[in-house]
Each structure stands twice: as C-alpha cells, then as structure tokens.
C-alpha cells in the first residue's frame, strides 16, 4: 500500500470491485494500483470488497484506476449508494445454491465411505455408489459447473502474475479429479473396494467435498457480510426517501436526494426529520433518541436546529435546510461506520504481508510433500503422495489468514452499530481489549442521565419557586443532566424564567451565568467553597440530603439562596457490567464532580470498588495512566467530559438515553456510543 501523505488537493475515489477471494488479490491490487503515478494512498478490503483510493486528480483520475483493476482480472466501479446491500445479498444467494448443490453430490460419496468406519460399517451401501463411473457422473458437473468460477479467477490470476486462493482450490480439486480419471480409464472400471486396494484408489469424492466445504464457507463468509451491509441499512432507514418541499405557495413532494441546502421543507406531525435544517415556523416537541440517545423529546420552536433522522412529535414545523442529504446526520453516521469497517487495524498488516507471499510457498511445499513421500515415505505409491499434497494445498489456504481480521472488523462494527454502538475506526475494536483502566463518569454514564428534582431547601427569604426560577434561568444553556433536570421542573411548574446572559458553563463543577443583573452560581459545594463563596454547614436537611447519596445543587449569587437535591438511579445492568469488567481485568474507577458521599454510594450501587470525585475527569485518567501503565479507557456522556475524552487511550462518549429506535435487541451499555481514539486522531 502506498504510504505518501496525501496532499490537501487529494481528491477521494471508493471503488467496489468483485472477484478477490483472498488476501493476495487485495495485495495485487494495491501493488498495482500503488504503482500509478498520481496515487498517493490505496486501501483494498478483502472483507468488504471495496477500495479507497486518495490520488491528485491533476495526475491521474478515476477511469485510470479502474482501468487498471480491471486488467488484473477484476470487476471494478465507482461506489454507489445500496450497491454492497444488494451485492451481499446476491452472494448470499448464489453461494447457498452452489452449496446446496455440491452437498447434494456429495450425499452418494459419504453414504459409499460409510464402510470404511466402525460405527457405520454395518451400513447397507447400494453397489451404484461404488461404481467408479457413477461417481464420475456426479464429480464432473460439481468439478467444472461448481468449480467453474475458481477456474476462471485462478487463471485472471495467473494471467496477471499472480497467485491466489483459486490457485490452491483449483490445483487441489483438480489433482483429485484428473488422478481419479486417468486411473479410472487404466484400470478398466475397477469398482471402488471398501478396504482400498491397488485399484481400489478414486478421489472423485475429495474433488466434490473440497469444493462443498469452500462453497460452505463462501455462504458463511457472505452472510456474515450480509448480516454487517443491513445494519449500515437500518441506518439509512431513520432517513426518509421522500420530502414534503413548499415552494412558490404549493406543497411538492420531492426526493430526499434531491434537495439542496437553503431550500425550506415542511414536517408534519409523527413524520421522521428528513434532512438537518433550521426552523423558521411552528412549535412541536422532537424525540432525537434514534440519533443522540437522548429519551426525552426536545422542545423545537423558530431558530432551533432539527437533525435529520429524529421524529416529529405533535406540530408541524417549517424547517430551512442546512445541509443536503450526503452532509446529514445520518449520513455522517453511516459514513463512521462505513470508514470503521474500511479501515485497517494494525494486526492486519502483518496477515496481508504473509499472506501476499503465500500461495507461491504453499505450492512449492505441496510439491515437496508430494516428492518425499512418493520418493521416501510411501517409495512408489502415487495416490498416497498425492493425498497428502492436496491436503498441504487445501488445509493452507490462505483464505482464513487474510480474511480473519477484516472479517472481525466488518461483523463486530457492524452488530455493534446495530446494538447503538459506533467506532470512529476499526483499529479501536483492537486498542480496546487492551484496556486496563476504565473510567466512568457517573451521571449520564453509569446512571440514567435522567435525575429528577427530588427536593428544594431555599434559604430563608426565599420561596422555593423563586429558587427554582433562578436555578432553572442559570442552568436553561448547559447540557448537563442536572441542569436539566431543574429546568424540567420549572417548566412543569409553568414558571416563567428569565434570559440568562454570559453563560459559561465549568467543567465537573457547575454553571456561572447573568440573571436578572446579578451573577448566579450553580454547582457543587467544593467548587463554590473553592471560589470563596460562603455556604452554610451543619444544615440538618443537607446532611440528611447527603447521607440518602442525593446529588445537591448550591446556588448562591453575592448570598446563599438554597440547595436543591436530585435523584439519579443507576443504569438497569451497570452493576452487572462493571462486574465483567472487573472479572475481566479491568480497573473501573467511578468519576465525579460530586460530592464524597454521593460517589462512595453511587460507586457501592455499582459494585465498583474505586471513585473518585474531581472537578474534571481528565486528571484522574492522566493519573491512572502514568500510576499503572495501562491503557486508559474513559467513558463520558457530555461535552463537560471532552477533556477527558481527549486524554484517554480510547475515548468512549455515551448518548444519555434508551438504545436508539433502530433496533431492539437488549443490551447492557446503553445509548448511541461513539468509540474512537481522540489522543492518537484528534
């Protein structure tokens, strides 16, 4: 593969190609293509069937590249929309009929070996079945029908100078086959005799099981494949194919695909948010869980933005769109995922070397086998030396070696996208199992993210709806579950709440923001306390607030006006998840900007043994870092966490909701997960 670094000029080009079978097709062709002059980097995976290729297209454009795939032997074309769902498919079919023909083939051999075992020797086998010409009926159409299409690759293959699994299948299949027919016409037609013997000797069964078991793991592979091109589906299902677009004063019904950004759309009640815009008209309330995690419907009036592939709840809004259909939402989501299976994990490397130069050294080693055994170990007996070089041929194949690791990225990314999870690259699935250090942040992470109000303790002359006006207005612009959850309140109470300006919200600590020409502070005693501001100690409701493991909420601006407590469960099965993590290896540290007593009891919910409460979780991961030496997992769910995030090995940023509505399996880890290594990829 080429390794230039691509200038800023680069231009992209994805191709699907069809005909690899193994690793060293893969290898061919970045050889080849690698070689072109204007190509700067090309990436072929075997599993997906696809190449990435970054080139300056002032040198060299994409009808060269092609060009030159297709001179190797392949099939090759632009990447298009719905072509490797439809491809999985067809390989699914195709390769479950072939499989289905050959077992039917091979039914009669196994049924004629039956003799040669003690368990089934007894077993009645009718004399057709050991009629060498009968099973020459049944081993030709398998042989050259079944086999036709390895044929036809391995002589691509070796036309173009290379060497591929075909090679081997066919070299193996084919030694059986022709060494069964020569014998066959130079004995006269001896039958096939149960205990072998001189003449006694066809392969015709090896030739018609060799190309079974490969069809068997054709259909295999395909419908792993299969099962990994339905997830990117179901996610290009939380997008609409049509959209209601007003122009002129009418309503026209248009293809998603075709709108353009600045254009206006309307969205009716119950329908999905077809494409990310603005909205300019209506009031109506948003589920975005499908996308963020996020279980509670936003609030969406004139100049809230909308993302495409949430659901509309009870008004029509009139949204001016932002992006058209390949900068949407979704489609960044698909492009993750898409861009995680097509990458290269690191280990892979390593297999497309060897295996690059494999089918060479394997023939060579068939042929060695054959000749020490003809020649030493059986002096004389050809079916013997042969026998053992077809097994040297088929049980090396290098299939399993170069399609183990892309395979794994394509299946695992894949059931995880559809269990709500999404890896920035697919090197991540390898960097995470050698976590040793997970660290957890506690509200919105290991809880529900969804606390609610429990209780308000105004300061004296105050009441608690004027608390809760003050809490709600300072904490109306953050994203925190806390905040959000005052606010929720106030507008459950239908309380009207003042404009906030200078909002600046502090990581693991709590909020600063103007209201009603006053600075209000919203957060926790050991950050206020740090600030100077003074909070009363010993309050009786506080403590009792404190021993229940309540999160509490100060809120005082130039005085203390009250606290407000809230309650935050645990995610159903996060006990039972930090349990495997630990029995696994891995050190879970529970992270918050909390109170101590809240984090001990929160941490003991969970079964997590270690806490630790700071105003910002980075320093606990670079602490643990440096302390074990282990690589650093840390798990968030807001942007309060991107710190950490950062300065992690692997950063894991958890949505706040129920498993997004695109599919329903149960799983432990909730919410729409994006994996990815932000020290190493920014």
């Known amino acids: 593969m080429s390794s230039t670094t691509p200038s800023l000029a680069s231009a992209q080009l994805t191709i699907d190609i069809t005909g690899m079978t193994c690793a060293a097709c893969a290898a061919r062709i970045e050889r080849a293509v690698g070689k072109l002059e204007g190509v700067e980097q090309v990436h072929v995976n075997l599993a997906l069937n696809r190449a990435s290729v970054t080139m300056d297209p002032v040198r060299t454009d994409g009808g060269t590249v092609i060009a030159r795939i297709e001179r190797l032997g392949f099939g090759?074309?632009?990447?298009?929309?719905?072509?490797?769902?439809?491809?999985?498919?067809?390989?699914?079919?195709?390769?479950?009929?072939?499989?289905?023909?050959?077992?039917?083939?091979?039914?009669?051999?196994?049924?004629?070996?039956?003799?040669?075992?003690?368990?089934?020797?007894?077993?009645?086998?009718?004399?057709?079945?050991?009629?060498?010409?009968?099973?020459?009926?049944?081993?030709?159409?398998?042989?050259?029908?079944?086999?036709?299409?390895?044929?036809?690759?391995?002589?691509?293959?070796?036309?173009?100078?290379?060497?591929?699994?075909?090679?081997?299948?066919?070299?193996?299949?084919?030694?059986?086959?022709?060494?069964?027919?020569?014998?066959?016409?130079?004995?006269?037609?001896?039958?096939?005799?149960?205990?072998?013997?001189?003449?006694?000797?066809?392969?015709?069964?090896?030739?018609?099981?060799?190309?079974?078991?490969?069809?068997?793991?054709?259909?295999?592979?395909?419908?792993?494949?299969?099962?990994?091109?339905?997830?990117?589906?179901?996610?290009?299902?939380?997008?609409?194919?049509?959209?209601?677009?007003?122009?002129?004063?009418?309503?026209?019904?248009?293809?998603?695909?075709?709108?353009?950004?600045?254009?206006?759309?309307?969205?009716?009640?119950?329908?999905?948010?077809?494409?990310?815009?603005?909205?300019?008209?209506?009031?109506?309330?948003?589920?975005?869980?499908?996308?963020?995690?996020?279980?509670?419907?936003?609030?969406?009036?004139?100049?809230?933005?909308?993302?495409?592939?949430?659901?509309?709840?009870?008004?029509?809004?009139?949204?001016?769109?932002?992006?058209?259909?390949?900068?949407?939402?979704?489609?960044?989501?698909?492009?993750?995922?898409?861009?995680?299976?097509?990458?290269?994990?690191?280990?892979?490397?390593?297999?497309?070397?060897?295996?690059?130069?494999?089918?060479?050294?394997?023939?060579?080693?068939?042929?060695?086998?054959?000749?020490?055994?003809?020649?030493q170990g059986e002096t004389g007996n050809a079916a013997g030396a042969l026998e053992k070089a077809i097994a040297v041929l088929l049980i090396a194949c290098p299939c399993a070696l170069g399609l183990a690791t892309p395979v794994s990225v394509l299946v695992g990314s894949g059931r995880a996208a559809q269990k709500g999870v999404l890896f920035k690259e697919g090197r991540t699935l390898e960097e995470l199992q050698g976590t040793g250090v997970l660290l957890l942040d506690k509200t919105g992470t290991l809880t529900a993210g969804k606390p609610r109000l429990s209780g308000l303790y105004p300061a004296p002359g105050m009441t608690q709806s004027s608390l809760l006006r003050l809490m709600a207005a300072a904490g109306q612009a953050s994203e925190h579950p806390l905040s959000r959850a005052v606010v929720r309140e106030a507008q459950r109470r239908s309380l009207a709440l003042p404009k906030a300006a200078a909002f600046e919200a502090v990581p693991g600590c709590g909020v600063r923001a103007e209201v009603d020409g006053c600075t209000v502070l919203l957060g926790s005693r050991r950050w206020l306390e740090s600030l100077g501001v003074p909070l009363p100690h010993g309050d009786a409701q506080e403590q009792q607030w404190l021993g229940e493991g309540r999160q509490l909420l100060y809120a005082p601006p130039g005085r203390w006006l009250g606290l407000a407590a809230l309650s935050d469960p645990l995610r159903p099965g996060a006990r039972s998840a930090v349990r495997q993590l630990e029995a696994a290896g891995v050190k879970v540290i529970l992270v918050t900007g909390d109170h101590e007593e809240a984090a001990r009891r929160t941490a003991g919910q969970a079964g997590s043994p270690w806490y630790a409460g700071m105003p910002g979780a980075e320093a606990g991961a670079c602490a643990a870092a440096a302390a074990g030496r282990a690589p650093v997992a840390v798990a968030g769910d807001g942007i309060n966490d991107a710190p950490a995030l950062a300065a992690a090995d692997t950063g894991l940023a958890v949505g706040g909701g129920p498993m997004p509505r695109w599919r329903r399996q149960a799983c432990t880890c909730t919410g729409a997960t994006w994996a990815g290594s932000p020290k190493r990829t920014g």
């Open 76 to 375: 090759a074309v632009p990447k298009r929309e719905g072509a490797r769902e439809r491809s999985a498919r067809e390989e699914v079919h195709a390769s479950r009929r072939a499989f289905l023909a050959g077992a039917g083939a091979l039914l009669p051999f196994l049924w004629a070996m039956a003799p040669h075992h003690a368990w089934t020797a007894a077993l009645w086998v009718p004399p057709l079945l050991l009629n060498p010409w009968f099973q020459l009926a049944l081993a030709t159409p398998v042989q050259f029908v079944l086999g036709g299409p390895f044929y036809i690759r391995a002589w691509k293959a070796l036309r173009a100078g290379g060497a591929s699994m075909d090679v081997l299948i066919v070299l193996g299949s084919s030694a059986a086959y022709l060494y069964s027919h020569y014998r066959l016409f130079h004995t006269g037609g001896m039958p096939v005799a149960h205990g072998g013997g001189e003449h006694g000797y066809y392969f015709f069964d090896t030739s018609v099981m060799i190309l079974t078991i490969v069809w068997l793991g054709k259909w295999l592979e395909a419908a792993a494949k299969r099962r990994t091109a339905d997830s990117i589906a179901l996610l290009r299902q939380l997008q609409p194919a049509e959209v209601t677009v007003l122009a002129e004063g009418r309503q026209i019904s248009r293809r998603v695909g075709e709108i353009a950004a600045g254009e206006t759309i309307l969205i009716r009640p119950g329908e999905k948010v077809p494409l990310d815009g603005t909205v300019l008209e209506g009031r109506s309330e948003v589920d975005e869980s499908a996308v963020t995690g996020e279980s509670i419907p936003m609030e969406k009036g004139a100049g809230a933005p909308v993302m495409a592939g949430t659901l509309n709840g009870s008004g029509a809004l009139t949204v001016q769109v932002t992006a058209p259909e390949s900068s949407s939402t979704v489609a960044r989501m698909v492009r993750m995922v898409e861009a995680a299976q097509e990458s290269r994990a690191p280990i892979q490397r390593l297999a497309d070397r060897v295996s690059g130069v494999f089918v060479p050294l394997i023939v060579l080693t068939a042929l060695l086998t054959f000749g020490w055994w003809y020649f």
